[in-house]
């Protein structure tokens, strides 16, 4: 499913979202993160220690709400994660999605590539991408 273009606009103003994945237990877990659009979802990065990681790497569906800083518009995507990390995909390949995803989240190039990607590599971060079956809110 391509995401809507209205969607990607939406997501790329609107930064702040909150992801809900599933713990062991099958509670609802939900975390705060920095997206934007990426490809066919939206994407965020986090540490591999994280819940949210290895909620989805149990289960990889998750929903996620970006929305306006007021809450007055709001776009919800269903749908399953992908997940880029150093387990699933080269270094290269994690340097490239941790980057366009820098650049979708913060909205601008980082002023120094080569110590952001260090920092993210020790960090450990992974690049957590939602692609979704449904999409709903206030602005479609």
């Known amino acids: 499913m391509a995401l809507d273009p209205k969607v990607i606009e939406f997501v790329s103003e609107n930064h702040k979202a909150v992801l809900s994945t599933f ?37 990889p569906r998750c929903s996620l709400l970006a929305s306006k800083d007021n809450w ?5 995507l269903e749908g399953k994660a992908q997940i880029i990390s150093s387990k699933t995909a080269t270094p290269d390949e994690l340097r490239d999605a941790m ?14 590539w080569d110590e952001y990607d260090d920092a993210m590599v020790k960090e450990n971060r992974a690049t957590i991408v939602v692609i979704p079956d449904e999409v709903y809110g206030t602005i479609l």
């Open 23 to 59: 713990r062991r237990n099958g509670a609802i877990q939900m975390s705060i993160v920095t997206a934007g659009p990426y490809k066919d979802g939206v994407a965020f990065s986090t540490t591999e220690d994280r819940a949210k990681l290895r909620n989805l790497e149990r289960d």
């Open 72 to 76: 007055w518009g709001y776009v919800v």
């Open 99 to 112: 980057r366009d995803v820098y650049r979708a989240a913060a909205g601008k190039e980082h002023p120094d």
